[in-house]
């Protein structure tokens, strides 16, 4: 562990206390923390390094970006408290935190217009995890009529084939114009047992305690914030409801943050596990589930837990 005085020294600077109360709210890139703090890429790297040295932040690599965040002990220790103090105290912070939030924004906003330019055609282009045998694995183990929740539903194709067993679906999606595809596939079909809303899958607009199943099929990647979407699932669910997720296995095909505006490069079954353990979830299972012959031969996990 670094000593005292290297993190009292480290946490000391103005800038670097400002990048600490930046990240106590969200994982940030270079690139991004520039842009907040409008400092050059030098100026932010050489005080991120100095924050890492004093064990104070960390940071995960993706593609060739670095974001990054508190370290554990900083996010939870002494250091939180006095974290809290400085953000009432820091001239600075109101400022920070606003910008911040527009980063933040502009990084949904990319990934929403990817799924924008997408309506309509991710039945028809391929979608790396997304087969009919996974889908079918999981409604083997699941189904009787019930009211689920698919959360990161696109435009609907899987809503619209749980519809045909459940007795509703409600079908979130931060893409209007995906959900507005859903919706005229439904009515083209007659399936009137379909509801869809528009939301973030971290925050969906659906009452607690409302639905008996949760799904997550190909979207948990795509989330700022996994663990916040699973405790959302908790919210919604029903005592006794279960939560289903359906995503890929980690791989190291990073062109999909590109191709198809992944944030994250799947889950290990243990990362799973643990975002469904913390979130309270019990008996919880993981699979896999299915496994592509192609290149880059990406597997599918399949988790399931019980309010």
């Known amino acids: 562990m670094p000593s005292i005085v290297k993190i009292l020294r480290a946490a000391a600077?103005?800038?670097r206390l400002r990048i600490l109360?930046?990240?106590?709210?969200?994982?940030?890139?270079?690139?991004?923390?520039?842009?907040?703090l409008v400092m050059g890429q030098s100026t932010i790297s050489t005080h991120l390094s100095q924050l890492k040295q004093a064990g104070l932040v960390e940071d995960?690599?993706?593609?060739?970006s670095s974001f990054y965040s508190l370290s554990p002990s900083t996010a939870d220790g002494v250091l939180a408290d006095l974290l809290a103090q400085a953000q009432k105290e820091t001239a600075e912070a109101s400022a920070d935190q606003a910008a911040m939030r527009t980063v933040v924004k502009k990084r949904q906003d990319r990934m929403r217009a990817f799924f924008d330019s997408m309506a309509g055609r991710l039945g028809k282009d391929y979608v790396p995890g997304k087969s009919w045998k996974?889908?079918?694995?999981?409604?083997?183990?699941?189904?009787?009529?019930?009211?689920i929740a698919d959360l990161g539903?696109?435009?609907?194709?899987?809503?619209?084939?749980?519809?045909?067993?459940?007795?509703?679906?409600?079908?979130?999606?931060?893409?209007?114009?995906?959900?507005?595809y859903g919706r005229e596939q439904a009515a083209r079909h007659g399936i009137d047992n379909v509801e869809f809303r528009l939301g973030d899958m971290e925050e969906p607009?659906?009452?607690?305690?409302?639905?008996?199943?949760?799904?997550?099929?190909?979207?948990?990647?795509?989330?700022?914030?996994?663990?916040?979407?699973v405790e959302q699932a908790a919210r919604i669910l029903r005592l006794g409801g279960r939560v289903a997720i359906l995503d890929l296995a980690k791989h190291r095909f990073e062109e999909a943050r590109e191709l198809y505006a992944d944030e994250r490069l799947g889950f290990s079954e243990a990362e799973l596990m643990d975002l469904l353990e913390k979130a309270g979830f019990r008996e919880v299972t993981t699979s896999?589930?299915?496994?592509?012959?192609?290149?880059?031969?990406?597997?599918?996990?399949?988790a399931i837990g019980r309010k």
């Open 13 to 15: 600077d103005p800038t």
């Open 21 to 36: 109360l930046l990240l106590k709210a969200e994982e940030l890139s270079v690139a991004e923390l520039q842009e907040i």
């Open 60 to 64: 995960r690599r993706t593609g060739k």
């Open 134 to 147: 996974s889908l079918a694995e999981a409604l083997l183990r699941l189904m009787p009529p019930l009211v």
């Open 153 to 180: 539903a696109g435009d609907g194709a899987f809503a619209l084939l749980l519809a045909q067993s459940a007795r509703q679906v409600i079908a979130v999606d931060a893409s209007a114009r995906m959900l507005d």
């Open 205 to 229: 607009p659906i009452e607690d305690a409302a639905v008996d199943l949760v799904f997550f099929s190909q979207s948990l990647h795509h989330a700022l914030h996994p663990e916040r979407a």
């Open 288 to 302: 896999i589930v299915d496994r592509e012959t192609e290149p880059p031969q990406f597997q599918t996990l399949l």
